[in-house]
């Protein structure tokens, strides 16, 4: 499937992405307590220009592709975690999932209309 | 689908940090349990995380390695009265730190609930993919 798919756009591959990222940020917060756990997340742009050029999807994600969280408060035990950080990083993954989906869910219900000529 | 292994990591968040509540909740009931032998005496215990990733998985899981036993001191008291003390009547308490304690509860506790949102928000976002175009 191209990057860019002539029916949907980049939303298929927005929705595999940003699932990645709230994924990412689940184990961030599930490690939150875990003694030398470093932040991890994606860039999105990056990783949806890989998927546009390799013409493979996201199944193909390496962990190549994974930053590391900068750090704003150390703590001593080495865990870069800051849990609000990824709070608001989690809420704005969903808050794109929800908008990949709304633009799915028009482009589908307007193919329907086309379909069904009601 | 990848998003289901969202509910993977938060379930092993959530089973890690019940099991740091359970320690809080046995070192707290064992606080005052005095006893006349420093080696038999009550000690507090705290899990040990670590996080692992299955080879290819972006995400990683919370693990608890085990439980291991704080190697304080335990608490040397006189109390000759105590019929646990020993034969010098000292009595020796566990080496529980109930403040310490209390701030692991409220810790565990609030990452409990952090694990629980993002389960609910990765639940509703999955039942609002299932219905697409209906």
Do not use: C, W
């Amino acid at each position: 499937m191209a990057a860019t798919d002539a029916l949907f756009g980049i939303h298929g591959q927005a929705l595999a992405i940003q699932s990645r990222r709230m994924e990412l940020i689940a184990s961030n917060l599930a490690n939150a307590d875990t003694p030398g756990f470093q932040a991890r997340d994606l860039d999105f742009r990056e990783v949806l220009a890989q998927a546009g050029q390799t013409g493979a999807g996201t199944a193909g994600l390496d962990t190549a592709a994974l930053k590391y969280r900068v750090v704003a408060q150390p703590s001593t035990d080495g865990n870069t975690v800051d849990v609000q950080t990824e709070q608001a990083q989690y809420a704005e993954a969903a808050l794109r999932y929800q908008a990949s989906l709304g633009f799915l869910d028009g482009r589908i219900k307007s193919m329907l209309t086309a379909l069904t000529g009601q | 689908m990848s998003s289901f292994r969202i509910f993977d990591i938060a379930g092993s968040a959530l089973s890690a940090q019940s099991v740091r509540l359970n320690t809080v909740a046995s070192n707290l009931a064992n606080a005052d349990a005095v006893s006349g032998d420093a080696e038999a005496v009550y000690k507090a215990r705290m899990p040990v995380f670590k996080a692992v990733s299955a080879p290819g998985e972006v995400g990683a899981s919370v693990q608890v390695l085990g439980v291991v036993e704080s190697t304080t001191p335990a608490d040397r008291r006189h109390e000759p009265g105590n019929p646990l003390a020993d034969a010098e009547g000292y009595v020796y308490a566990p080496n529980v730190n109930v403040v310490e304690e209390m701030v692991n509860m409220i810790s565990s506790a609030r990452s409990y609930q952090s694990s629980i949102e993002v389960m609910n928000t990765a639940k509703d976002l999955a039942l609002r993919t299932l219905t697409l175009g209906k």
